[in-house]
């Protein structure tokens, strides 16, 4: 029994390795807007289970939250965190609209926007799986706030599902896992 144990958390490590060790690679992966957003799957408004880990830097603190994610297609994402303590985060039109202007840009698949202030990278990891990456340009205003972006997910019946996005800062990293999407 114990050596199925270990084998089963081997096994359960290699995935997450790989899958990191994935979305490290797409920087190997240049795109152009016109080419991503011809793979990329469409979006619907959606709501998921989320947690979300930020790695403090420089305190080499990792903060854990979670909650409920909605993203609302023509509004923008909203976050209400029940762990550790209850908040809500609305990044819609009227709030944080760097934030939203690249959700709803990649969403809706205009990538004009995203053309002008990142460098695109897009990599297939099987048949439904994709990951999509941004680093913002050296003469885009972002790149003061933002190192990259890495956006992974899967394509169920032609329908797109964000599965992990991290975000990197000179301070912190962000790492988000959505579960339950319907």
């Known amino acids: 029994m114990k ?3 270990v084998f089963a958390v081997f096994i359960f490590c290699f995935f997450i390795l790989k899958t990191d060790a994935a979305a490290a690679d797409v920087f190997n992966y240049p795109a152009t807007a016109k080419n991503a957003a011809a793979q990329m799957p469409e ?5 998921c289970k989320f947690k979300q880990n930020k790695y ?3 305190s080499k603190i990792n903060l854990v939250s979670g909650g409920n994610f909605q993203f ?3 509004e923008g ?16 039109t009227s709030n944080n609209k760097n934030i939203n202007a690249i959700v709803k840009a990649i ?3 205009n990538f004009s926007y995203i053309e002008k202030n990142f460098e695109i990278y897009y990599m297939k990891t099987g048949t439904l799986n994709w990951i999509l990456a941004l680093k913002p340009k050296v003469n885009s205003p972002l790149i003061r706030d933002m190192k990259y972006l890495i956006i992974t997910g899967e394509t169920k019946n032609t329908r797109g ?6 975000i ?3 301070n912190n990293t962000t790492t988000i896992s959505f579960t339950q999407c319907g």
């Open 107 to 109: 969403i809706n698949k």
């Open 161 to 166: 599902i964000i599965t992990k996005i991290v």
């Open 72 to 74: 609302v297609k023509d």
């Open 3 to 5: 050596k199925i144990a």
């Open 168 to 170: 990197s800062t000179e």
């Open 43 to 47: 979006f619907e408004s959606t709501k």
């Open 56 to 58: 403090m830097i420089a």
């Open 77 to 92: 994402v909203s976050f209400e965190t029940t762990y550790p303590i209850h908040s809500e985060t609305s990044y819609t």
